[in-house]
């Protein structure tokens, strides 16, 4: 069973940047496929992008295509999201999440195990 700590997130203005990460313990971190995903107040939790265990292959939402970038580093146990040119609608609780079967798939039913995410604020 794998555990997931998500961190970097905060206040920035339209435009601005974030790196968000999601440290993982006590599991095989190598062997997950993971995601991000989040939740704005009044919404559904959403896919933003997912990446397979190897780094290889990557997935994203449209609404981040070009501006969001996952990536892993397996030798740390993290995977990251780097955000540019925030805009206000990316406003949301960030969730990290582990996928054991898939290859980063974009259902949240298809993740094992979540963080307990970190707060991302855009201001116009």
């Known amino acids: 069973q794998v555990q997931l700590v998500e961190s970097g997130g905060g206040l920035v203005q339209a435009g601005g940047s974030l790196r968000l990460s999601c440290a993982a313990s006590?599991?095989?971190?190598?062997?997950?496929?993971m995601g991000w995903f989040r939740q704005a107040p009044g919404k559904e939790r959403e896919f933003v992008a997912a990446?397979?265990?190897?780094?290889?292959?990557?997935k994203y939402a449209d609404s981040v295509k070009g501006r969001f970038t996952i990536s892993r580093d397996n030798a740390k146990n993290t995977v990251y999201l780097q955000m540019n040119s925030l805009k206000p609608e990316d406003t949301a609780v960030y969730y990290c999440a582990a996928d054991s079967l898939g290859s980063g798939r974009v259902a949240t039913v298809a993740y094992d195990f979540w963080g307990q995410g970190t707060q991302v604020t855009v201001s116009s």
């Open positions: 990446i397979s265990w190897s780094g290889g292959t990557t």
């Open positions: 006590r599991g095989a971190f190598s062997r997950y496929a």
